[in-house]
């Protein structure tokens, strides 16, 4: 799937302006920005995350991340433009390790492959993408070097570990250029049944030694795969909610409690340290009462690290960032309400100490708690014009009203609906829609009005201005505008939204114009400026509504997916050339409700948008050239091409070094084909030609 305005175009400058009240939906709404270079502040999109849980039953999880709709629904999500989404955070991941006998055929030493675990890039070979690391390893090899060795061999006799599924796992997602939310949950089991399970119970000296020599193991093989400035950026986690989860015992067989989760923690953060300083790791992703979160800032503040015996969190035991998970119900300033005293408690009571360089972040800040809740604000533009509305609400009231380190705000959004084909295939908490083919066997996935939301609000820049006008903030405001330019060139991008949250669409409420005066252009002298305005609301970019119309049918058909996938381009709804009056620019814009819109301005010098030159910046125009990516199909352990019947007839098996034996990934086109012309049917995406790789 592929997005309309994709790729950087002139430059990076977001402004954020202040969100407004509406009183009169008739009267115009006045947005002023100073575009003065001077004026403006670094920006960084804190909102570029996503995460899934997998269904039950857990043991099938290896099984189930093998299947196409999840490396579909994940090259979707990675084919946002400018990385729109970086982060899929995924539950239970340790769940994909398998237990071995240290006798079965292939078991290597627990360092074989490792040799060189700091390559800056992994080296390439014929037969591999990326460096090749033997996926059975033996345990009980562990060098007299890795901590505890001595005290854990009887604990590791006998075993070793399989890491073929999380190894597909994470080779499909580095291949999609996504990192992952390295949740460190779950625990290796049978590699049949996972019902003969590793670990026991966190009270244990022996096994707490062991997880931490467990997670450096982890550590060092992937940094040995993918280079350890790859495996820099993945986001590590500790347990997903313990609040919830770690009462007795936790539902994959370990015996936890307050206490023996802080060894956990403190075993998680050394064992990624020991391997590599700079991996990024935080947590305690709290819920409910926020009582491991207190628990685990007392410990970090006043007790010992359960590994080294040092002060905690610091040195190798450090936390980078704090976080809780704090939903809405379905309204966007909820979250702030009820996120807000939390990490404001936190940063006063850490303040002073080695814990106040930590960030505070919030990665399921979901409008409705239950991802799989059918509503039907979930399909329509009523979700795609929250997100932004409650990632300015968070710039407000957290990042400049309050000083707070933000580090992400992450929407839990990256499930897979059921597959049941119901007339509510898009109300569940989702960024693409599934449908499952009986017949033939094959899938068909499409992309939501949320996240084309997400993709526009990856076009905004990385420079943040101040803005003036505006009635009132974003809390309360039903429309609000982020303006933004980027760095590299000083295009400016100019995001604007209005929603009231969750409630009914109605189709008599009048359009808002928004009035946008635009000065200190950072282009210097000049007469006129191009533009192009996209549209996200009810009528553009939504394959949801053309579902509706159609009867919102269970087996949609072949045309009726073609003429979805072409609804769900967001498209040009202004463009061409604006004058520059007095040094000022000054649009207009149509706001429905709910809506979101992307305005992008260069000047007229810049990149001609039909040049070759696909990755370079360049400008919005009618024919918008950009990244296009068309799913094409998907390769298997084996090698084989699954392509889905609909699509390309027979399966065909690749040779190796094409990819094959390497795990499950999708086969992706990314084309940069500047006239971005009609695909043929055989292809997911219908903006530009695709191509096999």
């Known amino acids: 799937a592929g997005f309309v305005p994709s790729g950087p175009i002139c430059g990076s400058v977001i402004a954020v302006l202040a969100a407004l009240a509406v009183g009169s939906p008739a009267e115009p709404i006045m947005f002023g ?8 502040a670094a920006f960084r999109h804190f909102w570029e995350s996503c995460g899934w849980c997998p269904p039950d039953p857990h043991p099938l999880f290896p099984a189930y991340y093998d299947t196409e709709q999840v490396a579909q629904n994940h090259a979707i999500i990675a084919s946002l433009p400018r990385r729109g989404i970086k982060f899929v955070r995924i539950h239970f991941l340790l769940d994909l390790i398998g237990l071995e006998s240290a006798s079965a055929d292939g078991a290597t030493h627990v360092d074989a492959g490792l040799s060189n675990p700091h390559p800056s890039k ?8 990326y460096n090749h690391v033997p996926p059975l390893v033996r345990m009980d090899t562990l060098p007299p070097s890795m901590h505890g060795a001595e005290a854990t061999r009887e604990f590791w006799q006998g075993t070793a570990l399989n890491f073929t599924a999380l190894d597909a796992a994470m080779t499909q997602l580095v291949s999609l250029g996504l990192a992952p939310g390295f949740e460190i949950m779950g625990n290796p089991g049978n590699d049949e049944n996972r019902t003969d399970r590793l670990f026991t119970d966190f009270s244990e000296a022996a096994q707490v030694t062991a997880f931490s020599q467990l997670i450096s193991v ?3 093989r992937y940094i040995a795969m993918f280079g350890v400035e790859t495996v820099r950026q993945w986001r590590w986690e500790s347990w997903n909610e313990p609040d919830g989860e770690c009462g007795a015992d936790l539902k994959v067989g370990i015996k936890c409690n307050p206490d023996s989760f802080l060894s956990y923690f403190d075993a998680c953060s050394n064992g990624l340290r020991s391997v590599d300083s700079q991996l990024i790791f935080g947590g305690p992703a709290s819920d409910g009462a926020n009582a491991f979160l207190a628990d685990l800032i007392a410990h970090c503040l006043t007790g010992k690290d359960r590994i080294t015996g040092e002060q905690a969190c610091t040195g190798n035991g450090r936390v980078d960032y704090l976080n809780a998970h704090k939903k809405g119900d379905e309204s966007t300033a909820a979250v702030v309400d009820i996120e807000l005293p939390v990490a404001l408690h936190v940063k006063q009571v850490t303040k002073g100490s080695h814990l106040a360089g930590a960030a505070w972040g919030n990665d399921e800040c979901d409008p409705k708690v239950g991802w799989s809740k059918e509503y039907p604000w979930r399909g329509d533009s009523r979700y795609a014009a929250m997100v932004p509305r409650e990632v300015q609400q968070h710039l407000e009231v957290f990042i400049q009203e309050n000083h707070i380190k933000y580090d992400i705000l992450g929407n839990d959004n ?16 989702t960024l693409t829609s599934l449908w499952m ?6 899938v068909e996935l499409l992309r939501k009005p949320v996240l084309n939301s997400m993709a526009l609000l990856g076009l905004t820049g990385d420079v943040l201005y101040n803005a003036t006008g505006g009635a009132g903030p974003a809390m309360t405001a039903e429309v609000g505008a982020i303006a933004t330019s980027f760095s590299e060139s000083g295009a400016v991008s100019i995001l604007l939204w209005r929603s009231n949250d969750s409630a009914p669409i109605d189709p008599t409420v009048p359009e808002v114009t928004a009035r946008l005066e635009l000065t200190g252009l950072p282009w210097g002298a000049t007469d006129t400026v191009r533009m192009a305005t996209y549209t996200l609301d009810e009528t553009h970019g939504n394959s949801h509504t053309t579902w509706v119309a159609a009867g919102s049918p269970r087996f949609p058909t072949q045309e009726l997916l073609h003429q979805m996938r072409v609804a769900a381009e967001i498209p040009t709804t202004q463009s061409g050339v604006a004058a520059v009056t007095g040094g000022a620019v000054n649009l207009e814009v149509n706001l429905t409700l709910p809506s979101v819109n992307l305005v992008r301005l260069c000047p007229e010098s810049a990149p001609d948008p039909v040049a070759p030159d696909g990755d370079q910046p360049h400008c919005a125009q009618e024919h918008e050239p950009g990244l296009c990516v068309a799913v094409l199909g998907l390769v298997g352990r084996g090698g084989e091409r699954r392509v889905p019947p609909h699509l390309h007839g027979r399966p065909q098996r690749l040779p190796r070094e094409h990819g094959g034996g390497h795990g499950v990934h999708p086969v992706v086109a990314r084309s940069a084909d500047r006239g971005c ?4 049917k055989v292809v997911v995406l219908h903006r530009c030609r695709g191509r096999y790789l």
């Open 33 to 40: 920005v100073d575009l003065t270079p001077s004026k403006g």
């Open 122 to 129: 992994p080296s390439q070979t014929p037969s591999t993408r």
């Open 218 to 220: 982890i550590a060092k």
């Open 414 to 429: 990256g499930f897979l609906n059921y597959g049941d084909n119901t007339n509510k295939t898009f109300d569940q908490r």
């Open 437 to 442: 083919y009986n017949n033939t066997h094959s």
């Open 677 to 680: 012309q009609r695909c043929p």
